[in-house]
């Protein structure tokens, strides 16, 4: 199972389809299956087998939470250094000295966040017979 | 280069040809093709190997698929060689002949230097 969710992981950041993800995923059963040998030593690691497939244009949902936070992180740094010169509203008063920590929470946030989105989502189901 | 690395550049070179030769024959899933191959001579070739080439011949339009679930556990992806894919194997025959005869030529054919 780790091995399917690992794999599923790196082809998502590489960002296949959902559907491709789950024909690569029944394809790993099926070939271990038959082999009577762990997933692991018929394709190698997952992200060594991921490699094997062209990176495509289409980006995971992971990517979009990161995207999202560094937006949302850059409106803030905006906001919070126009507020004082314009409208004589210190963020320091809110936020403590470091007037920009808000946007590095953001960040990271960020980043944690798309990692879990794209590594918990459930596995795709199997792909339909062709 | 040592013998492995031969081994490994050919191997690579011929497998195309090996997997469109084998579905030649017949439909066939993934492990078998794998085996049959071992049977003949190739070293083990391991899954990781075998599906990304198998999606670059079905892209190319040499072979299709079908999902097989006649079976409990995990259904058989079976490949099967099309029109186009024996019209390639034909020609990769020829050239891989037409190489190989060139290479006993020159093998066996003193060359006289100038």
Partial sequence: MSYERDLAFNLRIRGLAEDQIAETLDEVRAHAAAAGSPAEDEFGSAQEYAKQFPKQKARSRGYAVVLIGAVLAIIYAAVAMLLLPFLRIDVRDLVGPIRLWPALVLILGAVVGGFLTDYFRPLPGSAKPA | ?114
Wanted: neutral net charge; proline residues 4%; without cysteine.
């Fill in chain 2, 1 to 114: 280069m040592d013998e492995g690395d031969w081994n490994q550049e050919l191997t690579r070179a011929a497998l195309p040809q090996a997997v469109l030769a084998v579905l030649s024959h017949g439909e066939a899933h993934g492990y078998a093709i794998a085996e049959i191959l071992r049977q003949h001579g190739f070293t083990r070739i391991k899954g990781g190997t075998l599906y990304p080439l198998l999606k670059r011949l079905e892209d190319q339009g040499l072979v299709v698929h079908s999902w097989q679930h006649d079976q409990p556990g995990p259904g058989r992806k079976q490949f099967a060689i099309t029109e186009r894919g024996r019209n390639t194997l034909e020609d990769s025959a020829a050239a891989w002949q037409r190489i190989s005869t060139a290479l006993t030529e020159i093998r066996s054919t003193r060359q006289e230097r100038k």
